[in-house]
Protein backbone atom coordinates (compact mmCIF):
# COMPACT_ATOMS: atom_id res chain seq x y z
CA UNK A 1 0.00 0.00 0.00
CA UNK A 2 0.79 3.71 -0.65
CA UNK A 3 -0.48 6.61 0.62
CA UNK A 4 0.00 9.88 -1.10
CA UNK A 5 -0.88 13.26 -0.11
CA UNK A 6 -1.11 16.31 -2.53
CA UNK A 7 -0.25 20.09 -1.14
CA UNK A 8 0.12 23.45 -2.21
CA UNK A 9 -2.67 24.26 -4.03
CA UNK A 10 -4.10 27.53 -4.17
CA UNK A 11 -5.69 30.76 -5.89
CA UNK A 12 -3.11 32.08 -8.69
CA UNK A 13 -2.72 34.79 -10.93
CA UNK A 14 -2.15 34.11 -15.16
CA UNK A 15 1.40 34.46 -15.23
CA UNK A 16 2.42 33.26 -11.69
CA UNK A 17 4.21 30.49 -10.17
CA UNK A 18 2.87 27.84 -7.80
CA UNK A 19 4.96 24.16 -6.37
CA UNK A 20 2.89 21.36 -5.60
CA UNK A 21 4.22 19.17 -3.37
CA UNK A 22 3.31 15.40 -3.10
CA UNK A 23 4.49 13.48 0.10
CA UNK A 24 4.15 9.53 0.09
CA UNK A 25 4.68 6.68 2.21
CA UNK A 26 3.85 2.68 2.94
CA UNK A 27 6.25 1.19 0.66
CA UNK A 28 9.98 1.85 -0.84
CA UNK A 29 9.71 5.16 -2.45
CA UNK A 30 12.65 5.22 -4.79
CA UNK A 31 11.28 2.16 -6.50
CA UNK A 32 8.35 3.56 -8.20
CA UNK A 33 7.48 6.05 -10.62
CA UNK A 34 5.97 9.04 -9.61
CA UNK A 35 3.04 10.90 -12.25
CA UNK A 36 1.03 14.12 -11.68
CA UNK A 37 -1.94 14.43 -13.64
CA UNK A 38 -4.62 16.89 -13.40
CA UNK A 39 -8.39 17.30 -14.37
CA UNK A 40 -10.79 20.03 -15.20
CA UNK A 41 -14.18 20.88 -14.51
CA UNK A 42 -16.11 18.94 -17.29
CA UNK A 43 -12.67 17.11 -18.52
CA UNK A 44 -11.05 14.03 -18.24
CA UNK A 45 -7.95 13.23 -15.73
CA UNK A 46 -4.91 14.00 -17.85
CA UNK A 47 -1.36 13.10 -17.68
CA UNK A 48 1.00 16.22 -16.62
CA UNK A 49 4.60 14.66 -16.33
CA UNK A 50 6.08 11.78 -13.97
CA UNK A 51 9.90 11.45 -12.91
CA UNK A 52 11.52 8.13 -12.73
CA UNK A 53 13.12 6.21 -9.33
CA UNK A 54 16.11 8.56 -9.59
CA UNK A 55 14.75 11.69 -10.27
CA UNK A 56 17.17 11.88 -13.78
CA UNK A 57 14.38 10.64 -16.07
CA UNK A 58 11.00 12.63 -16.52
CA UNK A 59 8.37 13.27 -19.50
CA UNK A 60 6.06 15.89 -19.58
CA UNK A 61 2.72 16.41 -21.36
CA UNK A 62 3.32 18.76 -24.36
CA UNK A 63 0.79 21.10 -23.05
CA UNK A 64 3.49 22.05 -20.12
CA UNK A 65 6.42 21.55 -21.34
CA UNK A 66 9.14 24.24 -21.03
CA UNK A 67 6.56 25.38 -18.09
CA UNK A 68 6.46 22.77 -15.82
CA UNK A 69 9.17 20.87 -14.11
CA UNK A 70 8.84 17.56 -11.89
CA UNK A 71 11.45 16.58 -9.16
CA UNK A 72 11.95 14.13 -6.70
CA UNK A 73 13.61 14.24 -3.34
CA UNK A 74 13.73 10.31 -2.11
CA UNK A 75 15.19 10.63 1.17
CA UNK A 76 11.96 13.25 2.00
CA UNK A 77 9.86 10.50 -0.07
CA UNK A 78 7.90 13.43 -1.98
CA UNK A 79 7.62 14.46 -5.59
CA UNK A 80 7.40 18.06 -6.71
CA UNK A 81 5.66 19.47 -9.26
CA UNK A 82 6.93 23.26 -10.05
CA UNK A 83 4.42 25.15 -12.25
CA UNK A 84 5.54 28.27 -14.11
CA UNK A 85 4.39 30.86 -16.42
CA UNK A 86 0.61 30.13 -15.06
CA UNK A 87 -2.62 30.17 -17.65
CA UNK A 88 -6.41 29.99 -16.62
CA UNK A 89 -6.18 26.84 -18.85
CA UNK A 90 -3.74 25.47 -16.06
CA UNK A 91 -7.01 25.64 -13.68
CA UNK A 92 -7.66 22.17 -12.36
CA UNK A 93 -7.13 19.54 -9.63
CA UNK A 94 -4.05 18.40 -9.51
CA UNK A 95 -3.47 14.34 -8.25
CA UNK A 96 -0.10 12.57 -7.64
CA UNK A 97 0.14 8.99 -8.58
CA UNK A 98 2.43 6.10 -8.76
CA UNK A 99 3.39 3.32 -11.09
CA UNK A 100 4.64 0.43 -9.81
CA UNK A 101 6.50 -0.40 -12.81
CA UNK A 102 9.57 -2.44 -12.71
CA UNK A 103 11.87 0.12 -14.41
CA UNK A 104 13.78 3.05 -13.05
CA UNK A 105 13.25 5.30 -16.03
CA UNK A 106 9.82 4.23 -18.40
CA UNK A 107 7.66 6.99 -17.59
CA UNK A 108 3.97 5.48 -18.53
CA UNK A 109 1.31 8.06 -19.47
CA UNK A 110 -2.01 6.29 -18.97
CA UNK A 111 -4.12 6.55 -16.01
CA UNK A 112 -4.67 3.10 -15.55
CA UNK A 113 -1.30 2.49 -15.44
CA UNK A 114 -1.00 4.09 -12.18
CA UNK A 115 -1.56 1.77 -9.10
CA UNK A 116 -2.41 4.48 -5.70
CA UNK A 117 -3.60 8.08 -6.32
CA UNK A 118 -3.64 10.93 -3.86
CA UNK A 119 -7.37 12.96 -3.50
CA UNK A 120 -5.69 16.03 -5.26
CA UNK A 121 -5.07 19.49 -4.86
CA UNK A 122 -6.25 22.74 -6.65
CA UNK A 123 -4.85 25.11 -8.44
CA UNK A 124 -6.68 27.76 -9.94
CA UNK A 125 -5.17 30.15 -12.26
CA UNK A 126 -7.09 33.62 -12.81
CA UNK A 127 -7.12 35.70 -15.64
Known amino acids: QVQLVESGGKLVQAGGSLRLSCAASGRTFTTYTMGWFRQAPGKEREFVGGVGWSGSSTRYADSVKGRFTISRDNAKNTVYLQMNSLKPEDTAVYYC????????????????????WGRGTQVTVSS
Open 97 to 116: AVDLINSPTVIRTRLLEYDY
